[in-house]
Structure formats: structure tokens, C-alpha cells
T-cell receptor
Framework: AQTVTQSQPEMSVQEAETVTLSCTYDTSESDYYLFWYKQPPSRQMILVIRQEAYKQQNATENRFSVNFQKAAKSFSLKISDSQLGDAAMYFCAFGFYGQNFVFGPGTRLSVLP | GAVVSQHPSWVICKSGTSVKIECRSLDFQATTMFWYRQFPKQSLMLMATSNEGSKATYEQGVEKDKFLINHASLTLSTLTVTSAHPEDSSFYIC??????????????FGEGSRLTVL
């Protein structure tokens, strides 16, 4: 069975600074997807970034980037130039096409003005 | 991007009544939909997997007779909380997996429904 661990229940960052959220996972599969989702107070799940396991290159989306270490089964999210709107619950998720994700417990990110 | 609409966004009902929550994929066909329950400050807990035209697969510990799931078409799945009680109060979220999609592996989420049982 797959598991996803987020060891930081809460994090805070100063506005305009950089923060890294940690995620580790466990699986015996070789081909899979990894995601970071953001859940703001509205509770809508918003995709932040995705990574295919077969790609060695780390995914980037504007201010968001990941550090994907397949051998270590690590998938951290870096948020650069943090903005007040980045404050949310962040979930790391592991998945296959068409199948349910395995979600981590989440990290609550606060952005300080 | 693909859109999943969930309705109602919030509902209050009396204990003993039944409540239906709808999950619709607006611009794609969803062979599979998932229903989650989320407690405050916790992660999403999978309740059941719904496949079009077949019975839903429930996770261990989820009461099939209390949480009725129907996936009658490729764009609609419903969750009915039967004989609701205050302990059923929660935030319920659906997600959908497109039938035909570039292989992104992504799931698309509804806006969620907050149920309060008095």
C-alpha cells in the first residue's frame, strides 16, 4: 500500500520570502504521479503542481517548484516570493491515472505580512 | 481545465432526514468519481469509488446503507446521506477522473458540500 507523509503540520513564511514544504511517500510502483494541492479557506482543492515519476526534471509552475528525489521517495514543494494568497492547507498526493489519490495529512501554511 | 460542479455547497437538515449531494462533470465524461469526507483540519478521507453503471466500492468502515452512491451517467454521481444524524455533519468532496484525457493523472475536484445535521 502507498503512504504519503507530510512531517510539518504547520509552517509560516514572511511575505516575499521562500518556504519549502516536505513530503515523502512510500510505494513499490515505478510509474506514478505526484501532486501538490492547495486548499484555501474556501475548501476548493486547487492543483498547484504535478510531477510524473518517469521524468527526472523537476516540475515548475511560476513561483512553485518541486524537488523530486525518486530514489529517496521525496517530493518537496518550494514557494518563492510568497504572497498572502498562498496561505492555505497544502496536501501532497500520490496517484495513478484514473485511480484515487493517496493524500498526505497536510501542512497549514501561514504567510505573515 | 476540466470543471466539476458539486451541489449544494451547504445544507442544513433535521436529524432523521435524507440529503442528496450531486457531483457533475461539466465538460468531460467521468468514468470514475470519488467521494471523500473531510473533518476539520484533517486530510481527505476516501469514502467510496463510483463507476458509471456499476455499484460503488466502499472503503472499510463506511456504511453502504447510510451513504448511498449512484453513478447513473458519465457526468453525474450522487451521494445520499440517509437518516442523517449530527455525527454525519461534515464536509463532503467529490472528484472525477476523465474518461478520455491526455494522461495527466490528474483528478478534478468539486467545490465541496458542507452538511450540518441538527
Amino acid at each position: 500500500a502507498q503512504t504519503v507523509t507530510q512531517s510539518q503540520p504547520e509552517m509560516s513564511v514572511q511575505e516575499a520570502e521562500t518556504v519549502t514544504l516536505s513530503c515523502t511517500y512510500d510505494t513499490s510502483e515505478s510509474d506514478y504521479y505526484l501532486f501538490w494541492y492547495k486548499q484555501p479557506p474556501s475548501r476548493q482543492m486547487i492543483l498547484v503542481i504535478r510531477q510524473e515519476a518517469y521524468k527526472q526534471q523537476n516540475a515548475t509552475e511560476n513561483r512553485f517548484s518541486v524537488n523530486f528525489q525518486k530514489a529517496a521517495k521525496s517530493f518537496s514543494l518550494k514557494i518563492s516570493d510568497s504572497q498572502l494568497g498562498d496561505a492555505a492547507m497544502y496536501f501532497c498526493a500520490f496517484g495513478f491515472y484514473g485511480q484515487n489519490f493517496v493524500f498526505g495529512p497536510g501542512t497549514r501554511l501561514s504567510v505573515l505580512p | 481545465g476540466a470543471v466539476v460542479s458539486q451541489h449544494p455547497s451547504w445544507v442544513i437538515c433535521k436529524s432523521g432526514t435524507s440529503v442528496k449531494i450531486e457531483c457533475r462533470s461539466l465538460d468531460f465524461q467521468a468514468t470514475t468519481m470519488f467521494w471523500y469526507r473531510q473533518f476539520p483540519k484533517q486530510s481527505l478521507m476516501l469514502m467510496a469509488t463510483s463507476n458509471e453503471g456499476s455499484k460503488a466500492t466502499y472503503e472499510q468502515g463506511v456504511e453502504k446503507d447510510k451513504f448511498l452512491i449512484n453513478h447513473a451517467s458519465l457526468t453525474l454521481s450522487t451521494l445520499t446521506v440517509t437518516s442523517a444524524h449530527p455525527e454525519d455533519s461534515s464536509f463532503y468532496i467529490c472528484s472525477a477522473s476523465p474518461r478520455l484525457l491526455l494522461d495527466t493523472g490528474e483528478l478534478f475536484f468539486g467545490e465541496g458540500s458542507r452538511l450540518t445535521v441538527l
